[in-house]
């Protein structure tokens, strides 16, 4: 994506707001001259990687490669923009399971969700619970993933609802 003359748009290193090269993964900022309604080192909340390589088109302004990922918890999967929230919607719409995790991974190039259950020590793992799991999942996100049984103990950062695993070469 090339970057317009009119913008200032800078990657920095979330943590420390510090500009990141070439090559390196940041937070894109923009600063739009606007006199009516200028934003001012604005952070998009989207991570991305920039390149100072020339552009097959022939432009040899610095570029954006491409989005790689979001620096909250939200995560695009599929098109569609999945919320911590709406995890714990779906842990409250069924009384069996303790904590709920989405787990985020490519194959290929299709995203994949697996949704790790960690159920209440009164629950027994089931076909019939895999598949309320499963419905109530894709109702609330409008996504299918493949429900795992875990220990509770084996959900990893068990305070991420999401997980994304993904890697953006």
Known sequence: ???????????????????????KIGEVVVTLPNATYPLV???????????????????????????VGRIDQVTKVKGMFVHPEQVEQIEKKIPEVESLQLVITRVGHEDQMTIQAALKSTASHSDELRSRISEVAREITRLRGEVVFVDRADLAGEERKIVDKRKWE
């Open 1 to 23: 994506m090339h970057i317009p003359d009119e913008i200032l748009l800078e990657l920095v290193d979330p943590a420390t707001g510090e500009p990141v090269g070439p090559g």
């Open 41 to 67: 080192r604005f952070g998009t909340g989207d991570l991305s990687i920039s390149t100072d390589e020339p552009c097959p088109c022939g432009r040899s302004s610095s570029r954006l490669v491409r989005i």
